[in-house]
């Protein structure tokens, strides 16, 4: 019921948007522009509406397959002059077939992804103020189905910090050097915005977070970051927690080579939730590491007429471990426009148990994936 009743105040905010903005186009002399990817740009006027679709279905060990339409996102934005305004709109798993299951909307929800309005004084400093997503490593600012090459996410990115805040921001650039360096200041409390249910969610388990993030980036060609965060986690593993990343990325030529590396220490989990504790406290009792790590190193090579080769290695320790998980990953793309992807790929690791209690939770998977995306 919650599901459709968020879907209803969508379409009526659909509504609203297109109407005020027909009003506002009488006597425009612009044409409206829309283009495959870019969205479409309501005449003068600096809004414009773009967004995304994604379907997959998935066949992993140990779990029913599932086809699901995943995600078909709305974006609305607006620019003009020194201010920014973006918003994301998210209507998540809206249907699913399972084996054994009829099609259902049952698992649907709806999310208010970002929603923020940025003002630049000049390119050294610009503030943001709203929900955006956390600025740790490259993969959790450009995680949209259509802009990465595989179906599944990295380890790193799937549980060990927050995947928004909201709160507020201060980023822009600077020369030093001889180069041209990036930064971002943010902090946040608690996720209000969040509208996901809580088996969803990957962003209750966290708040109150503080975080830096410098990088150097040459367009088109190469990028080198590092990240710092601190914050506080509530439910599995209760405590303040200190996050250090590492991330780079280099392209050429359709060649790719990027990868992650995340380490998180801070105090011993308290268990506030005697439910949390599970498996893992006779690891802990014994006075297994307190710090959790991990890393991933993926490349994509072209191949012939917009197919392309994914390869993927990842390690894994969650807090409470003694030893880490790995998992590996090969799969094909086609990609014949740039904003257009099928994806294709097969998954393995070892030592999974060490991500034991929960297979979710840890972000591993094994077996098959395909998905398509497209971005409008």
Do not use: C
């Not at 740790?136 to 995947?163: C, K, Q, Y």
């Not at 975080?211 to 506080?232: D, K, Q, T, W």
């Not at 590996?328 to 257009?340: I, V």
């Not at 790929?345 to 497209?374: H, R, T, W």
Request: neutral net charge.
């Amino acid at each position: 019921m919650h599901f459709k009743r968020r879907l209803y105040w969508l379409l009526i905010l659909l509504a609203w948007i297109a109407n005020g903005q027909a009003r506002a186009e009488e006597g425009s002399t612009e044409a409206w522009h829309y283009r495959l990817g870019q969205g479409l740009r309501l005449g003068d006027s600096g809004l414009w509406l773009g967004g995304y679709a994604s379907a997959r279905v998935e066949d992993y060990r140990q779990s029913p397959w599932r086809i699901q339409l995943s995600d078909v996102s709305l974006f609305v934005g607006w620019n003009k002059g020194a201010w920014r305004f973006f918003s994301e709109f998210e209507v998540g798993d809206g249907l699913q077939i399972s084996n054994g299951r009829a099609l259902t909307t049952g698992a649907g929800y709806f999310d208010l992804e970002r929603l923020y309005l940025d003002h630049a004084f000049d390119d050294r400093l610009k503030i943001r103020g709203g929900k955006f997503l956390t600025p740790i490593g490259r993969w959790n600012l450009i995680h949209a189905d259509p802009l990465v090459w595989t179906t599944s996410s990295p380890m790193v990115v799937e549980g060990p910090f927050a995947v928004h805040t909201t709160g507020g921001m201060l980023h822009g650039s600077f020369n030093a050097w001889d180069k041209q360096w990036n930064y971002v200041l943010y902090g946040g409390g608690r996720n209000e915005l969040d509208f996901k249910p809580a088996s969803e969610s990957k962003d209750a388990n966290f708040e109150n977070i503080r975080g830096v993030r410098l990088f150097h980036e040459a367009p088109g060609r190469f990028l080198a970051g590092i990240s710092y965060a601190h914050y506080e986690e509530k439910i599995y593993r209760p405590g303040d927690k200190n996050l250090l990343g590492l991330d780079a990325f280099w392209t050429r030529k359709h060649y790719e080579l990027g990868g992650e590396f995340i380490y998180r220490f801070g105090s011993r989990s308290t268990y506030r939730n005697p439910s949390a504790r599970g498996i893992d406290q006779a690891l802990d009792d014994a006075g297994a590491n307190p710090d959790q790590w991990g890393l991933y190193v993926q490349g994509v090579a072209p191949l012939y007429d917009h197919w392309f080769a994914i390869a993927r290695y990842e390690a894994f320790q969650r807090e409470g471990k003694s030893s880490p998980a790995h998992h590996w990953l090969g799969g094909l793309a086609y990609r014949p426009l740039p904003p257009l992807v099928f994806k294709l790929e097969y998954s393995f690791g070892s030592d999974n148990a060490a991500l034991a209690p929960s297979k979710v939770q840890g972000g591993i998977a094994e077996g098959f994936a395909a998905s398509i995306a497209v971005l409008f």
